[in-house]
């Protein structure tokens, strides 16, 4: 079971060999669901400003990018337009920033507060990811109590519950 603990030289996070193969595996998904970053092809676009924005179809997507503005159809175009590849790119980041730390099991990985809020950033993109695909709700324990291990829900309720742990693990540690 992982261990996050905060020491003397920062925050120290220790995976097993299954949470390590675990936390790559969503980082990766995380970036493949993101995409590449667009390439800058034209003037707005290497400033970071979408020529089309649009809420995505996906629901995934739609949760990591909510409209800013339910009511107002036009001023969440409009905001998403500057402020959603620069989001992208922020997500992009953080996953690659916990999938560049993750070492070999039992070996620590170290981070600064700098970075532990990455890693916690990356994590709740995923957590987000996660439960928005299985409709997570507050009552979510009780179902997954219920289901059957055999179900094939019941691994992504298991690592969706780890990433809530390993992340309150690090808030803690933090502050």
């Known amino acids: 079971m992982s261990h996050v603990k905060r020491t ?3 925050i120290r996070v220790r995976l097993e060999a299954e949470e390590i193969a675990l936390t790559r595996a969503l980082m990766e998904q995380m970036l493949a669901l993101l995409g590449d970053a667009p390439g800058a092809d034209g003037d707005l676009a ?57 070492g070999e099991p039992r070996q620590d ?9 990455i890693w916690l950033r990356a994590l709740n993109d995923v957590r987000l990811a996660l439960g928005t695909r299985l409709d997570i709700t507050e009552e979510w324990y009780e179902e997954a109590a ?26 803690r540690a933090l502050w």
């Open 8 to 10: 003397g030289q920062g």
């Open 46 to 102: 290497s400033i970071g400003i979408a020529e089309n924005a649009a809420k995505p179809d996906d629901p995934v997507l739609a949760r990591l990018f909510p409209d800013a503005y339910e009511d107002d159809g036009e001023a969440a175009g409009e905001f998403r337009r500057y402020t959603e590849m620069g989001l992208r790119d922020g997500k992009r980041e953080a996953a690659k920033e916990v999938l560049g730390s993750l």
């Open 109 to 117: 990985i170290l981070l600064d507060d700098e970075r532990a809020q």
């Open 146 to 171: 219920t289901l059957d291990p055999r179900d094939p829900r019941a691994p992504l309720f298991a690592a969706y519950d780890w990433l809530t742990m390993l992340q309150e693990s690090l808030v």
